[in-house]
């Protein structure tokens, strides 16, 4: 068996947008009863066969414009062979010649539940007379030319409200999926022969939101504002016009360029209608504060966002997770970090179980090892600039 691979990497990507107001696919209803509408991103992607990777990016939907009941992808292959030739050599013997062309898709991504494949697969067969001479034609030649083989469609679909929130996000946002690709022809003949192979191929990508229009559920964050305590200290601050029967709750956010947000706090929604989380910054500069207003089923409704210049306030908070844990250590900071960082571990004799050093650059979360014997252990990090030192208990059963 010899497999042939063209070597030369060709990639055009084509997306077409629609926004249909039907109902394409099982989904659930939105929260007043109504049928969700869609948007679609179709995607057409061409490349020569042969063993690749690239990445395919769909935009985030903007929950400014509603909300989401569902996430549906769907790939479906296809592969041709351009050219395929053989011409026998052998002046004395007829011979069969074979060749197999196979195709393997992998995608891989946010929201799937593992990865989605799909396969495709074509023999071909040429029983040719002995060599006549005459190259390129004859009953000692066979060809095929521009056989397109075409796979079936596969989908998957996102429907739980954890899930989904991760394809809520600014309308610049993207998700990205990893898209990995190998194929080829293999050929299966004697050495009495000239060989001739050319292939290429494509993979259609369709990927939908099911929408909820914006009206369905309320934005109920009145204003939000920031109160500087000192150079590296900051309250986030916001008033809601609260509904008693809502089900939702807040979550403040942060981020460092405007645009990657991540979470510093969660709070119920009370009667009074008044929030207030404080934050320490881990790193000096410019700092953007949102909130987000999550319901039960997942929808997200986000506040205008604020920003305060802080300093570094040397300050290491974080927790342990996962806590109880079954023997893996990892660290989740309440705020960017950065510098070079200490981080041990110790039993309950005070021994050193894991030690490393670590560089930290706007760091947010790390593992720190794997510990195989069950009880209760100490994590302590400690920034060797500033010396500011914090610790945390994990328990390993």
């Not at 934005?219 to 809502?246: M, P």
Request: hydrophobic fraction near 35%.
């Amino acid at each position: 068996m010899k497999p042939f691979y063209p070597s030369i990497l060709r990639i055009t990507v084509l997306i077409v947008l629609f926004t249909l107001c039907i109902r394409p696919m099982s989904q659930a209803q939105c929260p007043n009863g109504n049928t969700p509408g869609a948007t679609m991103y179709d995607t057409l992607i061409s490349f020569p066969a042969g063993a690749t990777s690239m990445q395919v990016k769909f935009p985030k939907f903007n929950p400014i414009g509603g909300m989401l009941t569902c996430m549906r992808m769907c790939i479906t292959i296809g592969g041709v062979v351009d050219s395929l030739s053989f011409e026998n050599t052998d002046v004395d013997n007829s011979h069969v010649f074979s060749a197999t062309y196979n195709r393997t898709d992998i995608i891989t991504g946010p929201g799937l539940s593992g990865a989605i494949f799909s396969n495709i697969s074509k023999p071909y067969s040429f029983n040719l007379s002995p060599s006549d001479g005459v190259t390129g034609s004859g009953p000692d030649f066979g060809k095929v030319t521009r056989d397109t083989i075409m796979g079936s469609q596969t989908c998957q679909t996102v429907s739980s409200e954890s899930d989904l929130m991760q394809f809520y996000g600014a309308s610049n946002d993207s998700v990205v999926y990893n898209y990995m690709i190998s194929g080829g022809v293999n050929i299966a003949s004697s050495s009495n022969a000239a060989i001739g192979i050319a292939t290429s191929g494509f993979v259609r990508v369709r990927f939908s939101y099911c929408t909820c229009p914006a009206t369905v559920l309320p934005l109920n964050i009145r204003e939000i504002f920031l109160r500087k305590q000192d150079d590296s200290h900051v309250d986030v601050n916001w008033r809601g016009f609260d509904d008693v029967q809502g089900n939702y709750y807040y979550q403040a956010e942060v981020s460092l360029d405007g645009h990657s947000f991540r979470s510093i706090g969660n709070m119920q929604k009370n009667a009074v209608g008044s929030y207030k989380l404080p934050y320490a910054a881990g790193i000096s500069g410019m700092h953007f504060f949102r909130v987000k207003q999550i319901y039960s089923n997942g929808y997200v409704r986000f506040s205008e966002i604020k920003q305060i210049s802080l300093e570094n306030s040397g300050e290491i908070k974080f927790n342990t997770f996962p806590n109880p844990s079954t023997g893996l250590i990892g660290i989740k900071f309440a705020n960017f970090i950065r510098g070079t960082l200490d981080v041990r571990v110790y039993n309950a004799q005070g021994q050193t179980i894991l030690s490393k050093e670590v560089e930290a650059q706007d760091l947010l979360q790390m593992q720190v090892g794997t510990i195989n014997n069950p009880g209760m252990y100490w994590v302590r990090v400690t920034d060797k600039k500033t010396l500011q030192t914090n610790v945390s208990q994990i328990l390993i059963k």
